[in-house]
């Protein structure tokens, strides 16, 4: 079982058909979100079995993402529920389909997190990120089960998915942030992440703040770029990128997550969720893992919102 932790939300993203300008608003239409819950949404539907760590309002934005996850076939035994309202994001869509949020969080449930008992036997992975590491109390909670996790030879997975407005502190969150990687395995993130968490400009820049992150402990870094791909990097030197899929983008809520998911789940179908596996991964491993991810983000970013792909969805 593949467990992912972090925040449940809910997005309000503008409607394609509502009118603005000339003083008007789009309506706003709400969609299930949140970077863990979309992962974990993902991996359900691409077949793996999943369960989600979380704290989920007893409100009814939070038993319809209850329904989310039953639906897609994801575990919920691992949910705690508080009385608290639902975490809301808005989006601001642009022409090119990329999306902006601003965040309402304060006395949100999922920020009242707390650690949970040990994880069951059956897990053999753990995913975390976005909001979730950033927002106090819950962030040291979910901290704690990253390094507990890990201790214990869980394959951890980080996807640290920033979002500026949320982070009082950057030079802490950074800090934060390179304390994590010794408990991490799998270390994906998007170039725009990386150039932020490097406090640095361009390709070569991303390159080196790689490798130095890899240096204090991850297996391998997956970094996205977009509709150019995604290349990883592992600790003796190697380097493999996969062009990105070629789509007619609607938005790209979810891709990120969605990439996530795939991730683990073809790394699962290679055998390789450990340290020691994903050492011995070739060229062509990667080269298969890496496209599996590319096509499952393109098919998300095909539809509005956050909509991962079944697994029928991908076969060639």
């Not at 934005?61 to 989310?68: K, P, R, S, V």
């Not at 990386?194 to 390709?203: K, S």
Request: glycine share 12%.
């Amino acid at each position: 079982m593949i467990v992912v932790a972090g925040e449940a939300l809910i997005d309000l993203v503008p409607s394609p058909q509502s009118p603005s300008g000339n003083g008007q608003l789009p309506a706003l239409l709400p969609r299930r979100g949140g970077g863990p819950y979309n992962t974990a949404v993902a991996l359900g539907r691409l077949g793996s079995p999943t369960a989600f760590c979380s704290r989920v309002s007893t409100d009814t934005f939070g038993e319809t993402l209850l329904d989310g996850l039953r639906a897609g076939g994801v575990d919920i035994s691992l949910v705690q529920r508080g009385s608290e309202p639902t975490t809301l994001a808005v989006a601001d869509v642009s022409a090119d389909g990329s999306a902006g949020y601003g965040f309402y969080v304060e006395g949100t449930a999922d920020r009242l997190f707390s650690l949970p008992a040990a994880l069951p036997d059956a897990v053999r992975a753990l995913s975390l990120g976005t909001c979730s590491l950033v927002l106090e109390p819950g962030a040291t909670a979910y901290e704690a089960l990253l390094r507990r996790e890990a201790r214990r030879g869980v394959f951890t997975a980080l996807d640290p998915n920033i979002r500026p407005g949320l982070i009082p502190n950057p030079d802490a969150y950074r800090a934060r942030f390179r304390a994590w990687l010794p408990h991490v395995a799998l270390l994906k993130l998007s170039e725009e992440d990386a150039l932020w968490l490097a406090e640095a400009e361009g390709p070569d820049a991303v390159a080196a703040a790689a490798r130095e992150w890899l240096g204090a402990g991850p297996a391998a870094i997956v970094l996205t770029h977009g509709g150019d791909g995604l290349t990883v990097l592992t600790p003796g030197g190697g380097t493999l990128a996969v062009p990105g899929e070629r789509v007619a983008v609607v938005d790209t809520i979810g891709a990120g997550d969605t990439v996530n998911a795939a991730l683990l789940h073809r790394l699962d179908a290679h055998d390789a969720l450990s340290r020691a596996a994903v050492a011995s991964l070739g060229a062509d491993d990667w080269r298969d893992i890496l496209g599996f991810a590319a096509r499952a983000a393109a098919v998300t970013c095909s539809r509005a919102g956050a909509e991962p792909p079944f697994t029928s969805e991908l076969l060639e």
